[in-house]
T-cell receptor
Framework: QQQVKQSPQSLIVQKGGISIINCAYENTAFDYFPWYQQFPGKGPALLIAIRPDVSEKKEGRFTISFNKSAKQFSLHIMDSQPGDSATYFC??????????FGKGTLLTVNP | DSGVTQTPKHLITATGQRVTLRCSPRSGDLSVYWYQQSLDQGLQFLIQYYNGEERAKGNILERFSAQQFPDLHSELNLSSLELGDSALYFCASSFGRGNSPLHFGNGTRLTVT
């Protein structure tokens, strides 16, 4: 089974700092790489996604960096806020492939 | 609010029993996906239906089955329940068959005692 390896498992950041979460995928045929944010008691919600034709995508304080040759992508949260405290999941998939999720990163942003 | 509705929110049952989880997808979405979330395994894909037909199968046990009805709502049936089946079960929906964004419901927490 194709895996997505996500790190770190947990992350503590001070308010205003940068949070960085990394993921590595295996299948070079994958062409869709989303990040999901999950708050306690809620389902995962799509945060931002990237296709491999670009190396970076930015939406507000959230940026995905994508390295196709290394088969890695990462989520950067700039100016992290306590409200960003949640579990973040990366995922990878393709047109003919189901999404495979990483195991998640619990982010805590201290005020 | 994702627009995906799952019922019930919580379910407590005994080993050996059978339960049914229900999901109503977002209006207009044709695909329904079922995921199991546990602390040690993360989000595990179980099965996908597209417009009433099974589209993809993941790590779904033989004791589990699902279907999607003509009105596009879906049910996940779990039988001969074991303690290890205790988990959060999420339904997600998307418009297309492929990787159009998934919209998740808030899940059903199943506790098997």
């Amino acid at each position: 089974q194709q895996q997505v390896k996500q790190s770190p498992q947990s992350l503590i950041v001070q308010k205003g700092g940068i949070s960085i979460i990394n993921c590595a995928y295996e299948n070079t045929a994958f062409d869709y790489f989303p990040w999901y944010q999950q708050f306690p008691g809620k389902g995962p919600a799509l945060l931002i996604a990237i296709r491999p034709d670009v190396s970076e995508k930015k939406e507000g304080r959230f940026t995905i960096s994508f390295n196709k040759s290394a088969k890695q992508f990462s989520l950067h949260i700039m100016d992290s806020q306590p409200g960003d405290s949640a579990t973040y999941f990366c995922a990878s998939g393709g047109s003919n492939y189901k999404l495979t999720f990483g195991k998640g990163t619990l982010l805590t942003v201290n005020p | 609010d994702s627009g995906v509705t799952q019922t019930p929110k919580h379910l407590i049952t005994a080993t050996g029993q059978r339960v049914t989880l229900r999901c109503s997808p977002r209006s207009g979405d044709l695909s329904v996906y079922w995921y199991q979330q546990s602390l040690d395994q993360g989000l595990q894909f179980l099965i996908q239906y597209y417009n009433g037909e099974e589209r993809a199968k993941g790590n779904i046990l033989e004791r589990f089955s699902a279907q999607q009805f003509p009105d596009l709502h879906s049910e996940l049936n779990l039988s001969s329940l074991e303690l290890g089946d205790s988990a959060l079960y999420f339904c997600a929906s998307s418009f297309g068959r492929g990787n159009s964004p998934l919209h998740f419901g808030n899940g059903t927490r199943l506790t098997v005692t």
